[in-house]
Nanobody, 117 residues
Framework: QVRLVASGGGLVQAGGSLRLSCAVSGSIFDSDVMAWYRQAPGKQHELVAMTISGTYGEYADSVKGRFTISRDSAKRTVDLQMNSLKPEDTGVYYC???????????WGQGTQVTVSS
């Protein structure tokens, strides 16, 4: 059983920042790849960023240089710092374990991010 609860979203103007946090519980291990995904209105889920250790991340081209993923294994949290936000960053953000090029667990609670122009 895995529980993934994202928080920290909100309404922000273009150019602003938000920090998302995901609380993880259940059978998730330090060796698992943790990732943030987002789903824009009317679109499929998109992989935004992923990390194993929290000190090195891989990012979608659309967010490189603006977003930073981090992980605190002791607190069992995965954060996403989002800077220089753009209206196209709007969507519901979720965290999940990433494997076999896909999210491995059912979607948990997401958090809405809305960026106004």
């Amino acid at each position: 059983q895995v529980r993934l609860v994202a928080s920290g979203g909100g309404l922000v103007q273009a150019g602003g920042s938000l920090r998302l946090s995901c609380a993880v519980s259940g059978s998730i291990f330090d060796s698992d790849v943790m990732a943030w995904y987002r789903q824009a209105p009317g679109k499929q889920h998109e992989l935004v960023a992923m990390t194993i250790s929290g000190t090195y991340g891989e990012y979608a081209d659309s967010v490189k240089g603006r977003f930073t993923i981090s992980r605190d294994s002791a607190k069992r949290t995965v954060d996403l710092q989002m800077n220089s936000l753009k209206p196209e960053d709007t969507g519901v953000y979720y965290c999940n374990v990433h494997g076999d090029n896909r999210p491995l667990w059912p979607w948990g609670q997401g958090t809405q991010v809305t960026v106004s122009s």
